[in-house]
């Protein structure tokens, strides 16, 4: 080969060496990012009938879903697991400490820990609606585990049955899907006060324009009278109702 | 602003929580005077709305004889004192306390909490507001 | 050789295409605003309703009224009784009582509106490139966005308005407009078209925050309003499974009875 002229060296650096600096590539995400706006629809939902233990009685049920109905009455927060299915969409960011679960209505965000690996202890920590979160990837999946729930604060009912207590531990597994169009998330839930077997239930979130913009909260008031009357009263029968149907 | 020691044998401190409501009256207290009290308590709450607690004051030599008694300790809400450093093993039934504080106008036995002194002589807040001996610029 | 060299930069050129240098563009955000914080009082006030009182008075325009203290203050001084309690108090019974009741849902608190004027409870930064996230324990999230978008138009006034941002060096820049009329800190004033800048700066150990706040509206003031807030890191929480930060929750039951007491005590027995 013949040796290049100093000239041709000169074009090549100038021309090359840029190049170069854009054929370094950025460094590959180590972790997918679920940052996004999310919504579940109809058909978001995969779940089953929970196994409960017998001392979770007909009447416990009840007591529970008096609470809950207390909670909402109340305008109370209402915590884990409302907040993941609040009927408004979520507004989810992950930050480099701790990926943040935000609803578009009357409830505390929840944060997902992934600077720690270590929950809080119990002799400071007080329980709370959201409990307390800690997260970690496994490969393209994150892991959150939730301990530290409060028992009789916001709406306890875990869908497929049972609720969640002090006792209760949540994991759950986020995965995007379609090529990050879905988010996936896969709760468990264990209690040996409540389930017999672990209850693990799926939803598919769907993603959201970017540009979309979450709205303001839906007026609670706690306070207004009629609004108590609506919720603490069920609607008499219609009287027409109770006519017997022509057989015609 | 003149702090005056009170000799509290036995602090009763009850947490009570106080409401988280967005309006917060501090109008019965004397917010401009700063009064120390030392005791122990006699009933801890740390709750919401606001962590309230009990100081038994014992008559002793140099406290004043009218102070001698009950005093009701209003702190904030669990997490504006979390923020201070407070947490729910900070005090317990029985612990000796001493504090700071403002009282109630009106001469009964309440108190706005400014702060505690723990025994190494720093201070828990109650509040993110502080005296001007105790400020970082 | 010439030939080579022209294949190869070809080459380079289509290989090059899908791949950029590894650098940070202007817009991303700058982590280190991201974590907790809680205000601090750096010039000795001694009282929470203090706070308010070293905010300098807004300068409004002929004919505007002030808002008569509102924002700052967390305690309302001389607040008339509402309902005196006929009865005494038994000792241990708290009798700080409150004006409102919590409502998780009401204006007060929700919809980021604190966040437009903090006070003691801590506050929370979680930055990602599209969003940063302002939540407060105390209530309410507030988002800025990075993503480049425009105020919508047209925009229901909200009580802490849309916000949009950018970062100038290591300072995130906000600028909000489309709240609700109320009151701003100092006596202001705000209508849905005053606009508001925020700038958060770091200090250089990353330890300390300061929030300046320009509110401006040609229909409200004569010159642009300015105040500053000041942060510092949250202290971690020491616990047995070690010190740590993070976000607590404010639980607060309007259902309650003890938050429905009147706002004058009862008197106290005195043992």
């Known amino acids: ?248 | 602003m003149r702090i005056r020691r009170i000799g509290i044998a036995i602090v009763g401190v009850a947490l009570a929580s106080v409401s988280l409501g967005a309006h917060h009256s501090f109008a019965m207290f004397d917010m401009e005077r700063n009064v120390e009290y030392s005791g122990v308590i006699t009933e801890w709450k740390w709750q919401n709305p606001h962590v309230h607690f009990n100081v038994l004051v014992k008559p002793a030599a140099g406290i004043d004889p009218k102070t001698a008694g009950t005093w009701d300790v209003e702190g904030g809400s669990i997490n504006i004192m979390s923020r201070q450093g407070w947490t729910r093993a900070s005090y317990k039934v029985g612990d000796p306390v001493r504090l700071v504080g403002h009282p109630m106008k009106d001469g009964s036995k309440g108190i706005s909490l400014f702060y505690a002194i723990r025994p190494d002589g720093s201070r828990l807040y109650h509040d993110i507001a502080r005296p001007k001996d105790d400020v970082k610029k | 050789m010439r030939g080579s060299l022209v294949v190869l930069f070809t080459a380079v050129q289509m290989v090059g295409a899908p791949l950029y240098i590894h650098a940070q563009s202007p817009g991303a955000p700058q982590p280190h605003l991201e974590g907790d914080w809680v205000r601090v009082d750096p010039d000795g006030v001694n009282s929470f309703d203090g706070l308010s009182a070293v905010v300098p008075p807004a300068q409004l325009l002929p004919g505007v009224s002030a808002a008569a203290g509102r924002g700052g203050g967390r305690g309302r001084r001389g607040a008339p009784p509402t309902d005196p309690s006929a009865g005494p108090n038994p000792e241990g019974v708290p009798y700080i009582v409150v004006a409102q009741p919590c409502a998780g849902g009401g204006p007060g608190r929700s919809n980021g509106a604190l966040l437009v004027n903090p006070d003691s409870g801590g506050v929370h930064f979680i930055e990602q490139k599209d969003e940063v996230i302002f939540a407060g324990e105390r209530g309410g999230v507030r988002h800025i966005y990075l993503d480049g978008r425009v105020h919508p138009n047209p925009w229901t006034p909200t009580p802490a308005g849309h916000s949009v941002g950018h970062y100038d060096g290591n300072t995130l820049v906000a600028e909000t407009i489309g709240f609700m009329p109320g009151g701003v800190p100092g006596g202001g004033v705000r209508s849905p078209q005053t606009r508001l800048v925020e700038r958060f700066v770091m200090s250089p150990d990353g330890g300390r925050l300061t929030i300046t706040y320009t509110w401006d509206d040609p229909k409200i003031y004569q010159k642009p309003h300015e105040y500053r807030y000041y942060f510092e890191r949250a202290p971690k929480i020491e616990s047995k499974a070690g010190k740590f930060s993070y976000a607590l929750e404010e639980w607060c039951d309007a259902g309650d009875p003890i938050e429905q007491q009147p706002i004058v005590p009862p008197k106290q027995i005195i043992k």
């Not at chain 1, 497929?160 to 899907?177: A, M, Q």
């Open chain 1, 1 to 248: 080969m013949r040796r290049l002229s100093a000239h041709t060296y000169l074009i090549a650096c100038l021309t090359v060496l840029p190049m170069s600096a854009r054929l370094y590539p950025q460094e590959p995400s180590a972790t997918p990012d679920i940052s996004g706006f999310w919504e579940l629809s109809f058909d978001s939902r995969s779940v089953p009938r929970a196994s409960l233990l017998p001392t979770v009685t007909r009447a416990r049920i009840d007591a529970r879903a008096k609470k809950d109905a207390y909670a909402v009455r109340w305008c109370n927060l209402l915590g884990v697991p409302f907040v993941m299915d609040p009927g408004r969409p979520l507004d989810i960011r992950q930050g480099t400490s701790a990926i943040i679960i935000v609803p578009e209505n009357s409830s505390a965000p929840r944060y997902l820990y992934t600077n720690r690996s270590a929950h809080i202890s119990e002799d400071v920590f007080d329980p709370s609606t959201n409990g307390d979160s800690i997260a970690h990837w496994e490969g393209d999946t994150l892991v959150v585990d939730t301990v530290g729930f409060h028992g009789d604060r916001g709406i306890t009912a875990i869908p497929g049955g049972g609720y969640r207590t002090d006792k209760s531990r949540l994991v759950e597994r986020y995965r995007l899907l379609k090529e990050g169009s879905i988010l996936s998330v896969t709760f468990t839930w264990t209690d040996p006060t409540v389930f017999r077997t672990p209850h693990s239930y799926e939803f598919r979130y769907q993603r959201l324009p970017a540009t979309y913009e979450p709205r303001q909260w839906l007026s609670c008031d706690p306070f207004d009278q009629d609004r108590a009357k609506f919720l603490e009263s069920p609607p008499a029968p219609s009287k027409s109702a109770s006519r017997t149907v022509s057989k015609e």
